[in-house]
């Protein structure tokens, strides 16, 4: 599982021109699956970025977490994130999730987060969508399960 974090000041995506999902502080960010992926695997992934304390306290440290700050969520599913560029120039995305499998994942990683954090948006599972931001710093973290 992958998941790409980018502290926003504020973020959006839309499906057909209609505004999907909507927060301002907080992260964006991108969910990637493949077919190894459990349960077990998105509570760790889960409990890293709840907890990841990438927001700047009082004297400018990245000390705060997303509840420090009263911070969103919006999280999108991504495959591409297992895009496989080593044979040609056209990318392969045989390593991501089958999707039903991994619409599944995606939905649960969505409802635990519900769980911890007050505001959760999301996009939709396989739309064509347009994600809109505004990365703060820019700061961007890549959460991969096989690193953690």
């Known amino acids: 599982m992958k998941f790409v974090i980018q502290r926003v000041n504020h973020a959006s995506v839309s499906i057909d021109g209609t505004v ?60 591409t994130l297992y895009a496989n560029c080593k044979k040609g120039n056209r990318p392969s995305f045989m390593d991501a999730g089958a999707p039903d499998m991994a619409n599944e994942m995606y939905e649960y990683i969505i409802s635990e987060c519900k769980k911890q954090v007050a505001v959760v948006e999301t996009g939709a599972f396989g739309a064509d969508m347009k994600v809109s931001l505004e990365n703060d710093g820019p700061f961007t973290i890549v959460l991969d399960s096989r690193e953690l």
Do not use: H, P, W, Y
């Open 20 to 79: 999907a999902g909507k927060i301002n502080k907080g992260f964006l960010v991108l969910i990637g699956v493949s077919n190894e992926d459990t349960k077990e695997i998105a509570d760790k992934m889960i409990k890293k970025l709840v907890g990841m304390r990438i927001f700047d306290d009082e004297n400018g440290k990245t000390n705060l977490a997303l509840a420090d700050v009263d911070g969103a969520l919006l999280l999108v599913s991504q495959f």
